[in-house]
């Protein structure tokens, strides 16, 4: 039934009818003024998801390239370090190119007041 304000899905064709059920609200099979309107208002709400997933997608992004370098950075000053030492047949770690070993803070040990004590920590565990 065809009434003043309504557009019925006969005027469509069948491909676009199934389609224009999902913004009829009533079922009545014909849309009104409320329904497209509905519609377009979806349709806007569905495009600003999209925008805000796609900045939302391209921060992360930004952040694991970020992340990446930091790694990248990391590893390769972790490298350079590690080409100012080297291990002798002992067991020994020397600065590289001399026969100085590397130093190293005592976990054993600690400077109370200035003077040498013997961490308790250590202490009470190893009785």
Request: glycine share 8%; net charge negative.
């Amino acid at each position: 039934m065809k009434t003043r304000g309504q557009i019925p899905f006969d005027a469509f064709p069948a491909s676009a009818q199934q389609q224009l059920q999902m913004i009829d609200i009533n079922g009545d099979g014909a849309l009104d003024s409320n329904e497209i309107l509905a519609g377009v208002a979806a349709l806007k709400s569905e495009r600003a998801k999209s925008r805000l997933y796609s900045n939302f997608l391209i921060i992360l992004s930004i952040l694991s390239l970020l992340t990446l370098g930091a790694v990248f950075g990391l590893t390769y000053a972790v490298v350079e370090i590690t080409k100012e030492s080297e291990v002798h047949p002992g067991g020994v770690m020397t600065v590289k190119g001399t026969n100085e070993p590397v130093r190293v803070a005592s976990t054993e040990f600690e400077v109370k007041d200035g003077i040498l004590t013997s961490r308790t920590s250590i202490n009470t565990s190893c009785t």
